[in-house]
């Protein structure tokens, strides 16, 4: 699917957002911007899980886990949970069930149902009327986040090196061996990840092949905008 894709989130959920620490903040934002862009698989995220076809989620750090949702009608990408203990990652599946209106076509019943057990209620009743169960509709109120407050305040303070910060802890890899890697100086690369020195296309390409992520998550934003 080409982007960029629509992200939502249950409205309740923006108080969790601002609750979360700066550098769990800074990483959800780079997150985000990457599904926004390349849909719900994006590089560069290794700690990525995929439930099935339409529900993953990611180890984001040591405490934040987010987990999100495509739904196929209308290709939106709904953030499920941008702030769970890893102890809790059994539910990451099941929470996109917890309100929501289903129908069954013969006998023909209208149910609307909410809580932790909604999603085995849900494969309940697919068991037993296989075939018969419509597609489950979503009663939850949603928000864009590219209308939040939140996202506008990091679109602002997230630029290149500090993305490119976030990217290289995901790969792994310390400033040095990327920077040998990459066949700059340590120095240089310190210099980008603070800003001080401006990250090109050319160079943004070449260390995207080792950090294994899309050149564009390390451009500035308007220049990442104008390549999408």
């Known amino acids: 699917m080409s982007g960029p894709h629509r992200i939502e989130l249950e409205a309740r959920l923006v108080y969790r957002l601002i609750k979360l620490s700066k550098r769990s903040q800074a990483r959800l934002w780079a997150l985000c911007q990457d599904l926004r862009r390349q849909g719900p698989w994006p590089l560069g995220w290794p700690q990525l899980t995929r439930f099935d076809e339409e529900c ?41 069930f917890e309100e929501l209106c289903l129908s069954l076509v013969d006998p023909q019943v209208h149910v609307r149902f909410q809580g932790a057990g909604a999603y085995r209620f849900l494969c309940h009743l697919q068991g037993a009327y296989p075939g018969q169960v419509a597609q489950p509709q979503l009663t939850r109120p ?34 040095l061996r990327l920077a040998e890697l990459c066949g700059i100086s340590r120095r240089d690369l310190t210099l980008l990840e ?10 943004a390409r070449t260390i995207a092949l080792y950090l294994e992520c899309d050149h564009r998550s390390l451009l500035p934003a308007e220049v990442s905008r104008g390549r999408s």
């Open 56 to 96: 993953f989620h990611c180890q984001l750090d040591v405490r934040l886990v987010s987990g999100w949702m495509l739904r196929q009608a209308g290709g939106a990408i709904e953030i499920l949970c941008p702030a769970l203990a890893p102890g809790k990652l059994a539910f990451v599946r099941e929470r996109r």
């Open 142 to 175: 949603l928000v864009s986040l590219t209308e939040l407050g939140w996202h506008a305040q990091w679109s602002q303070v997230m630029r290149p090196g500090r993305c490119l910060n976030i990217y290289r802890q995901n790969a792994g890899l310390s400033a």
């Open 194 to 203: 603070e800003d001080r020195m401006p990250m090109t296309e050319e160079r």
